[in-house]
T-cell receptor
Framework: DQQVKQNSPSLSVQEGRISILNCDYT??????FLWYKKYPAEGPTFLIS?????DKNEDGRFTVFLNKSAKHLSLHIVPSQPGDSAVYFC???????????FGTGTRLTIIP | DTGVSQDPRHKITKRGQNVTFRCDPI?????LYWYRQTLGQGPEFLTY????????KSRLLSDRFSAERPKGSFSTLEIQRTEQGDSAMYLC?????????????FGSGTRLTVV
């Protein structure tokens, strides 16, 4: 049962344009969502998070949007840079639960 | 702060052998987590510790798997009688606070290949 889904395995975006990565979830108990970035041969690195009491969180070039009614969140990167090329994982957890549930990841390639 | 260290980085073992991995978390972090990532999948939760107490175990953690954190510092994950299906990246992470807003800090992982 895949509770967190990233339906796009890969995405290519021109440098300088906006990258939009999507994530859907099915568990209505999830109340905290995170995005991680992963380079080859490294562990995932925390990027940005959002609580379910918010619908938007911004940090520099990265913005995460949460639509609770649709059980959907998205990560916007603008402008996209070559160093953003990596695999991006969406993750979620529910209140009182330490466990993170990850999606399968989206490989983002920024084309110079 | 040297981050989360995992040793070894790579391990190749024959089916049926036992393997042990080590994780050294960030020193002040009291929570330590183990995840497993297979090809094309996201990390899957295995278990976590608060100090030396193992507080939750996934059903993915069969009786061939055991994890310890004897002094509340480093942790070991042992797999007995390895099977080819155990081939994966084993990730360790640590955090200081419950619901750390910055998420966990992951190590670079141990890649296990069972031949």
């Amino acid at each position: 049962d895949q509770q967190v889904k990233q339906n796009s395995p890969s995405l290519s975006v021109q440098e300088g344009r906006i990258s939009i990565l999507n994530c859907d979830y099915t568990n209505s108990m999830f109340d905290y969502f995170l995005w991680y970035k992963k380079y080859p041969a490294e562990g995932p690195t925390f990027l940005i998070s959002i609580s379910s009491i918010k619908d938007k969180n911004e940090d520099g070039r990265f913005t995460v949007f949460l639509n609770k009614s649709a059980k959907h969140l998205s990560l916007h990167i603008v402008p996209s840079q070559p160093g953003d090329s990596a695999v991006y994982f969406c993750a979620a957890r529910s209140f009182g639960n330490e466990k993170l549930t990850f999606g399968t990841g989206t490989r983002l390639t920024i084309i110079p | 702060d040297t981050g989360v260290s995992q040793d070894p980085r790579h391990k190749i073992t024959k089916r049926g052998q036992n393997v042990t991995f080590r994780c050294d978390p960030i020193s002040e972090h009291n929570r330590l987590y183990w995840y497993r990532q297979t090809l094309g999948q996201g990390p899957e939760f295995l278990t976590y510790f608060q100090n030396e107490a193992q507080l939750e175990k996934s059903r993915l953690l069969s009786d061939r798997f055991s994890a310890e954190r004897p002094k509340g510092s480093f942790s070991t994950l042992e797999i007995q009688r390895t099977e080819q299906g155990d081939s994966a990246m084993y990730l360790c992470a640590s955090s200081l606070l419950t619901r750390d807003l910055n998420g966990y800090t992951f190590g670079s992982g141990t890649r296990l290949t069972v031949v």
